[in-house]
């Protein structure tokens, strides 16, 4: 319930917003790329994450270390979001507006995100061939594909849509088949 408040009340708001803003300025691709670059420098540093998240230390500090951090990686626009942020104290939400966001862009561009783990990396007509399967499923325009492999699959792919599960793989047959045959004895 708590996680449901502080995303209507967070971060959905300051996500739209941003959107709103990209919109206006012609800018969805490039704070998709934005986005992108600060869920990855949060995600790969506990420091950061910490840092951000310490109430203790003072909005100016904060904002000097998103400014190194972000200088000539990012718009103008979008650095000024992250000082808001910071001057709102929202900032440790940062990753989930920045997830969000990206949510409502491929919702704005009928995108759907795929997540396939595979027993082996998937070879360019492999992807594509999961692309297909994936807008035939469900009617989107593109896919977006996030992919992980898992070798305890044996064979084939797991495709993930949202909360759509399609198990292709050699482990889900085996378990289906399992059982079947534990409801046939």
């Not at 934005?34 to 420098?41: A, G, H, K, N, R």
Request: hydrophobic fraction near 45%; charge should be neutral.
């Amino acid at each position: 319930m708590m996680q449901t408040t502080v995303r209507g009340e967070v971060v959905e708001p300051y996500a739209e917003a941003l959107l709103s803003l990209a919109q206006t300025h012609n800018l969805i691709d490039q704070f998709q790329q934005d986005t992108q670059l600060m869920v990855e420098l949060v995600a790969s540093s506990g420091e950061l994450q910490q840092f951000l998240a310490n109430p203790l230390i003072k909005p100016e500090a904060k904002k000097n270390v998103l400014r190194q951090l972000t200088v000539d990686k990012v718009h103008g626009y979008f650095l000024n979001f992250l000082m808001l942020l910071v001057d709102r104290r929202r900032i440790n939400f940062l990753s989930s507006i920045c997830e969000h966001y990206r949510a409502l862009v491929r919702k704005l561009r009928n995108v759907a995100l795929a997540e396939v783990t595979s027993a082996v990396e998937l070879n360019d007509d492999q992807r594509r061939a999961v692309v297909e399967k994936v807008k035939t499923m469900t009617g989107a325009a593109d896919v977006e594909l996030v992919t992980a492999c898992d070798p305890e699959l044996i064979g084939g792919v797991v495709i993930k849509v949202g909360s759509q599960i399609f198990d292709a793989s050699l482990r889900g047959q085996l378990r289906r088949l399992s059982v079947t045959l534990a409801q046939a004895t």
